[in-house]
């Protein structure tokens, strides 16, 4: 079988003398069937010469030990016995069967999985084209054998054939979820605990649903998931009222819309028989701005004795006392300090409607209500879960970015820090450039001590904090990091971003909150033309070392997505 080979080249005429030809060889041989190479010939090649402007642009090395991904993993996964990556893909002596080996023979089915996501979604080649590479290589599976066979559809499904759970059982052969998924409710209806426990034990979110999602599968994943709070509500019974007017039509006569503003003392509880309350009450906690004919499809409580119910419940002289007065204590310097990041902003650019917020009910749960024209407001910084209407998906939305991961094109290359990543077409202020994905880390991560010995000894810190606050400008108040996002073995272009000291960043980092798992997003805060280097503001805490920077509080405020050196245990 011919095979392009990448050995030494049997010397090719023209000689070295005549480089300015612009014709180079590469060579080839053909392999019998006991694996003896022939004689080998010749393959002229044009050699077509860069512009100046890309002279200058030295190959950068093949990653050290990182591993493109596309979404966080635990950090105990990795440790594991699993093969989550390939190392030195791109190098031909890299003995990969070798490799494979060692690990379960699963692993490979993983990578084939992200790879074939990887060439269709990030860089948009068609099915037939991806068919044609996989055709072209020995021993990987064909991307469509039916309908229901082959790479294309085992990529869209959820239970992936020779896939490990975190139980150590394969998933195809179970028809359910792995045992310790199950949760005992003690039969209650509390749906509120239920959102709690569930998020602890699986997030209800596609992107896990695909391949490779290690971090729902871990036991440990709650140490990443930080509860669901009471939500409190903002809109009285009369703001409730007048949102749900406009282009919303009743859905009964029985509609609670049709309930005037002379109605509104008279129609009170003492008419209203309520059978089973709790669903209701968990709704009102979740989502207590919720308009009460979505909350009356769930509860099934009609929405008029909704409506009734939760004005009885969440007085309006509460609601407007709330919002006049400002928190005291510790949790409200803490909520204070967040405010910038968890504060309600109207998402314009979502184009989601409030018919169509409603039919994601995890999208309530998150923060989401209404304006009276239909527009969504979120929380900022909340991330909708995948199962957003397509009504969501037209927009420029930016958690459709996040979901089909469509970032902007970085191109790795050499700075004035070693490395550095720059904007492989123009970026305006606003654009989501890409997610900071790794491994996810917790204090009591027993590998800890030798990632710091490594990064020590490299000078190099692809660590990322996450759910710590910052320090006031006096160092009071802050708090260290909860997890940390290392990007040291495992993640993207992402990783490159320098400090952009003494100068201020074109980019920021977010920490967004999708259906309850914490998440990095870098997004632009400058234009930033094609070729210019794409930089953060590690923040001062990453610059101090040991006590220093653990303390979390010591040093001045960071800005919004400050870098931060990671806790030491
Ligand atoms: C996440 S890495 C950034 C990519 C790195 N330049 C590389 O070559 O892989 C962070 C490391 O880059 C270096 N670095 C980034 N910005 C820097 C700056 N403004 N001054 C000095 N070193 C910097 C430090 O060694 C730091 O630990």
């Given amino acids: 079988m011919p095979r392009a080979a990448f050995a030494p080249l049997p010397t090719p005429t023209p000689k070295v003398e005549d480089r300015e030809v612009d014709t180079e060889f590469i060579s080839e041989w053909n392999y019998d069937a006991d694996g003896k190479p022939d004689a080998g010939r010749a393959i002229p090649m044009k050699v077509v010469p860069l512009p100046d402007t890309f002279v200058d642009y030295p190959p950068h090395p093949p990653y050290q030990y990182c591993t493109p991904a596309s979404r966080n993993e635990n950090a105990r996964m990795i440790d594991n016995k699993q093969a989550p990556f390939l190392p030195f893909a791109d190098d031909p002596m890299f003995p990969r069967d070798t490799y494979f080996k060692a690990f379960d023979e699963e692993a490979q089915w993983v990578i084939e999985y992200e790879t074939v996501r990887r060439l269709h979604i990030e860089h948009r080649f068609s099915a037939a084209l991806i068919d044609e590479i996989i055709r072209a290589t020995p021993g990987l599976t064909p991307l469509r054998i039916s309908n229901e066979s082959g790479l294309l559809w085992a990529v869209s499904q959820r239970d992936l054939p020779l896939v490990i759970w975190g139980d150590g059982l394969p998933s195809s052969s179970k028809p359910q979820l792995p045992p310790h998924f199950a949760q005992d409710y003690g039969g209650s209806k509390d749906l509120f605990k239920q959102v709690n426990a569930g998020l602890s034990k699986f997030c209800p979110n596609l992107n896990c649903i695909t391949h490779n999602c290690h971090v729902h599968v871990d036991s440990d994943w709650s140490l990443f998931t930080p509860p669901v709070g009471q939500v409190q509500p903002h809109l009285t019974s009369t703001q409730l009222l007048a949102a749900a007017q406009g282009p919303h039509p009743a859905c009964s006569k029985e509609c609670f819309r049709l309930i005037g503003e002379d109605d509104m003392e008279e129609d009170g509880p003492a008419n209203v028989p309520l059978p089973d309350l709790a669903i209701l009450d968990s709704l009102l906690k979740l989502i207590p701005d919720a308009i009460p004919c979505e909350l009356a499809v769930v509860s099934k409580i009609t929405c008029r004795n909704v409506f009734v119910y939760r004005r009885e419940k969440i007085k309006d002289a509460a609601i407007i006392s709330a919002g006049k007065q400002p928190r005291k204590g510790k949790q409200a310097s803490r909520l204070n300090k967040k405010a910038k990041k968890y504060d309600y902003e109207i998402q314009h650019l979502c184009h989601v409607s409030t ?154 980092a977010d920490e967004v909150r999708v259906n309850g798992e914490c998440r990095l997003l870098i997004r632009a805060v400058k234009p930033v033309k094609m070729g210019c280097e794409l930089t953060l503001s590690y923040g001062d805490r990453y610059w101090k070392t040991g006590q220093e920077a653990d303390k979390g509080g010591s040093g001045p405020a960071s800005k919004s997505g400050g870098r931060r050196r990671r806790s030491r245990a």
Wanted: negative net charge; aromatic residues 8%.
């Fill in 355 to 508: 018919q169509d917020v409603a039919l994601t009910p995890f999208a309530s749960a998150f923060g989401a209500s209404y304006t009276a024209n239909g527009i969504a407001v979120v929380q900022k910084n909340t991330y909708f879960p995948d199962d957003a209407p397509p009504a969501a998906v037209g927009g420029k939305c930016t958690n459709v970015v996040l979901q089909r991961g469509t970032f902007k094109n970085i191109v790795v290359m050499k700075s004035k820090y070693g490395l550095g990543a720059f904007a492989g077409e123009d970026i305006s202020v606003g654009d989501v450039v890409g997610e900071y994905v790794g491994e996810l880390l917790d204090n009591s991560n027993e590998t800890l001590g030798h990632r710091d010995v490594i990064q020590d000894h490299s000078k190099l810190n692809y660590c990322f904090g996450m759910g710590g606050v910052d320090a006031d400008e006096n160092g009071k108040g802050g708090e260290p990091d909860q997890t940390t996002v290392d990007a040291q073995w495992l993640g993207n272009p992402t990783r490159f971003l320098n400090d952009s000291k003494p100068n201020k960043p074109n980019c920021v």
